[in-house]
């Protein structure tokens, strides 16, 4: 039988300032990426996304970012390979302790925004996540977009790893994501969601934005949860990938 982890960006709000409807997507996916204070999120609201994941049997993950609230994070920042390591570290830790502390604990981490796109073309900060990652221990899985530098820096190391793919992102020729200042960046349209969604997992490929297939290997499933229809496109992609006889499951 075919599996595939279906994981979410969540926790994405900060103070009064709320962000996605995390307790409705809890239902739909299998892991969770919590933002941990960086691009967006902070300690209450770290705790209480954790708690949800821990009420839905949901894989907790560290979503650590660039240290960029105005920006959300996506925007590109010029920092070494040391800076990079502790930042992404320091982030792990914090969620650590609030999953450990609410009786859980941390399952993958997966970098946010501008920090996983720079990754995941250059190695250096690749190494540096990767060593992040298994500098904080617990056996935890680094998640890196499919084919990218990031997943060649865990294999290296020996990391654990799961490869990345989006149902709701056009992807380019190189197997990189169409930039989000490109029009046709996001997939709006719940079918084309699925349709994606189902190609990447049961025929590991996907049609780019030029229309070339590029394959891919796609261990997990990525919907964004900041999106005017992401609850929507959760159940419409639970269901679909259920029908379709796929095992949803996150990677043990």
Same mark, same amino acid.
């Given at each position: 039988?075919?599996?595939?982890?279906?994981?979410?960006?969540?926790?994405?709000?900060?103070?009064?300032?709320?962000?996605?409807? !995390? %307790?409705?997507?809890?239902?739909?996916?299998?892991?969770?990426? +919590?933002?941990?204070?960086?691009?967006?999120?902070?300690?209450?609201?770290?705790?209480?996304?954790?708690?949800?994941?821990?009420?839905?049997?949901?894989? +907790?993950?560290?979503?650590?970012?660039?240290?960029?609230?105005?920006?959300? =994070?996506?925007?590109?920042?010029?920092?070494?390979?040391?800076?990079?390591?502790?930042?992404?570290?320091?982030?792990?830790?914090?969620?650590?302790? +609030?999953?450990? &502390?609410?009786?859980?604990?941390?399952?993958? @981490?997966?970098?946010?925004?501008?920090?996983?796109?720079?990754?995941?073309? !250059?190695?250096?900060?690749?190494?540096?996540?990767?060593?992040?990652?298994?500098?904080?221990?617990?056996?935890?899985?680094?998640? =890196?977009?499919?084919?990218?530098?990031?997943?060649?820096?865990? /294999?290296? +190391?020996?990391?654990?790893?799961?490869?990345?793919?989006? &149902?709701?992102?056009?992807?380019?020729?190189? =197997?990189?994501?169409?930039?989000?200042?490109?029009?046709?960046?996001?997939?709006? !349209? @719940? &079918?084309? @969601?699925?349709?994606?969604?189902?190609?990447?997992?049961?025929?590991?490929?996907?049609?780019?934005?030029? =229309?070339?297939?590029? %394959?891919?290997?796609?261990?997990?499933?990525?919907?964004?949860?900041?999106?005017? /229809?992401?609850? %929507?496109? %959760?159940? &419409?992609?639970?269901?679909?990938?259920?029908?379709?006889?796929?095992?949803?499951?996150?990677?043990?």
């Amino acid at each position: 039988m075919l599996t595939i982890d279906l994981n979410c960006d969540m926790g994405e709000g900060f103070g009064p300032w709320p962000m996605g409807k !995390d %307790a409705a997507l809890m239902q739909h996916i299998t892991s969770a990426n +919590i933002a941990c204070g960086f691009h967006a999120g902070d300690p209450l609201i770290m705790q209480k996304t954790v708690g949800l994941a821990l009420a839905h049997g949901v894989a +907790i993950g560290a979503h650590p970012g660039y240290p960029d609230l105005q920006g959300f =994070g996506r925007r590109q920042m010029q920092l070494t390979p040391a800076e990079v390591y502790a930042q992404v570290l320091y982030q792990i830790g914090a969620l650590q302790a +609030i999953a450990q &502390a609410a009786g859980g604990r941390l399952h993958h @981490v997966k970098p946010h925004g501008a920090l996983y796109n720079t990754a995941a073309k !250059d190695r250096a900060l690749a190494d540096a996540i990767a060593r992040a990652v298994q500098a904080a221990g617990g056996d935890l899985i680094l998640y =890196g977009l499919s084919g990218s530098a990031l997943i060649e820096a865990a /294999q290296v +190391i020996g990391l654990r790893h799961c490869s990345e793919v989006f &149902a709701d992102r056009r992807y380019e020729r190189d =197997g990189s994501l169409t930039p989000r200042s490109h029009p046709e960046a996001l997939l709006e !349209d @719940v &079918a084309a @969601v699925v349709a994606q969604a189902l190609e990447l997992v049961r025929e590991q490929r996907v049609r780019c934005r030029t =229309g070339e297939w590029v %394959a891919l290997r796609a261990e997990t499933l990525c919907l964004h949860g900041d999106g005017p /229809q992401a609850e %929507a496109f %959760a159940q &419409a992609l639970f269901q679909g990938l259920q029908q379709a006889g796929i095992e949803i499951t996150y990677k043990k």
